[in-house]
């Protein structure tokens, strides 16, 4: 191995599984990272699927068993894909080995495994990081310049939504998504905290919620045996009210039930002195406004964030041919490991996961009493 080296181990081989896998592959051969990732060994659960997604990505080796891999003296950086209910078990074993800890996203189940968790990662002294990679697309970053740059003036809105719709047949199967024990909540973690984390990265903290869910269909057919059925124990659908402690008011909402909207991840935030609008299917644009410009050319205009001068495009393409929703898992594991190197934490970091799992938590209070709830931490 050379010394800019570090050896990766993937746990979860199915769709982050691939994602992640893709990301650490091209890191190296477009974005000349701080240290050079290996894809050492990737781990699931089904020997075959493991070996085939290792084929597939170039993993040098595949495994069934994460406590061994996360054990391992060779291993720099643990990559957590696997679903909620392992994630806080994988990433404390792995910090408590010392290794850099990438998980994905919401951080855990529940406030107290994401708070462990950050303890766990801040006692060994790793780097760790949760992946709300919508952070790492070029026109959100731009949005998050525009803003630091005074240009909306003060915040006044932050309007989030998250709206798929591939629950909407009842012949769905009960997947793990829709089991509380394993996935914590339904769409409001799955997709809701990629919401909150762009709410929070963009308008600050949020102090209080008035949120809440709905399931819409309650039983589903169990996988594998489609004649026999079992309970949604989850929301299909969060709504909430925020206020952030800035002062700035907003709604967040997310569903897997709105017909045509496949994976529509949009916000628009409104200042004193203009506004922004992103939507994730469209997600090499921005949409601006600003009262500056002159009365009679004033109007929404897009800007299309393909530009080397736009973050995180240099690496790529010429001005105009556009990156993907993988790029961004890709420009993660660039931060990731530029931070492993510098001996520094990247953002969004467990703490970010803690904060994201608070909000998820106040939006279920909130749903459960009807009343609105406090932020753990936000004063
Ligand atoms: N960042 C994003 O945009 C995004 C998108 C989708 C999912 N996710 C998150 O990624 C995580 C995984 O979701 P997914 O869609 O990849 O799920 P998935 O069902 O497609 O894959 C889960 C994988 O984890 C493996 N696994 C489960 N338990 C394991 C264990 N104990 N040991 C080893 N492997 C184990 C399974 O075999 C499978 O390979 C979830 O936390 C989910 O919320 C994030």
Redesign the pocket.
């Known amino acids: 191995m050379r010394v800019s080296e570090i050896n990766v181990a993937l ?9 992640h896998g893709n990301a650490w592959r091209q890191v190296a051969a477009f974005c000349r990272p701080k240290r050079t990732p290996r894809l050492k060994v990737i ?4 020997p075959g ?2 070996k085939a ?1 290792a084929r597939a990505f170039g993993w040098e080796e595949a495994a ?3 406590r061994e891999v996360v054990r391992r003296p060779d291993i720099g950086i643990v990559d ?8 806080a ?2 990433a404390i074993a792995a910090a408590r080995a010392g290794k850099a800890v990438l ?4 951080l855990a189940n529940t406030v107290r495994e994401a708070e462990r968790m950050l303890a766990a990662a801040e006692r060994a002294g790793v780097a760790h990081m949760v ?4 952070r790492r697309i070029p026109a959100v970053c731009l949005a998050r310049q525009i803003i630091d740059e005074g240009r909306l003036g003060e915040i006044r809105h932050f309007r989030g939504a998250y709206l798929e719709d591939w629950l909407l047949n009842p012949a769905f199967p009960l ?3 829709l089991d509380r024990k394993r ?1 914590g909540s339904g769409s409001l ?3 809701g ?2 919401v909150i984390d762009l709410a929070r990265m963009l308008a600050g903290e949020i102090r209080e919620v008035s949120g809440l869910t709905e399931t819409f269909i309650r039983t589903r057919p169990l996988p594998g045996s489609p004649a026999r059925k079992g309970r949604v124990t989850v929301d299909d659908a969060a709504v909430a009210l925020v206020r952030f402690a800035s002062g700035a008011v907003g709604s967040i909402e997310a569903t897997r039930f709105a017909p045509g909207r496949k994976s529509q991840c949009s916000f628009e935030i409104n200042g004193s002195r203009g506004s922004l609008a992103f939507d994730l299917e469209r997600l090499n644009e921005l949409q601006v406004y600003f009262e500056s410009d002159p009365p009679a050319l004033r109007g929404f205009r897009t800007i299309l964030a393909t530009e080397p001068i736009h973050p995180h495009m240099a690496p790529w393409w010429p001005p105009g041919h556009i990156i993907g ?1 993988e790029h ?2 890709t420009h993660m594991v660039l931060d990731l490991l530029a931070a492993v190197a510098d001996g520094t934490v990247p953002s969004p970091s467990f703490h970010d996961g803690v904060m994201n799992q608070r909000v998820l938590d106040a939006i279920g209070r909130s749903s459960a009493s009807r009343r609105w709830a406090r932020v753990k931490g936000v004063a």
């Not at 998980?103 to 919401?106: D, S």
């Not at 992946?131 to 919508?134: A, G, L, R, S, V």
């Open positions: 746990i979860g081989t199915a769709f982050m599984g691939r994602a781990c699931g659960r089904d699927r493991t997604a069934t068993d994460w957590v894909c696997t679903p909620g209910d392992s994630h078990e994988i998980c994905e996203k919401p992946c709300h990679n919508f997947v793990w998504r996935a973690g799955d997709i905290s990629h929703w961004s898992f």
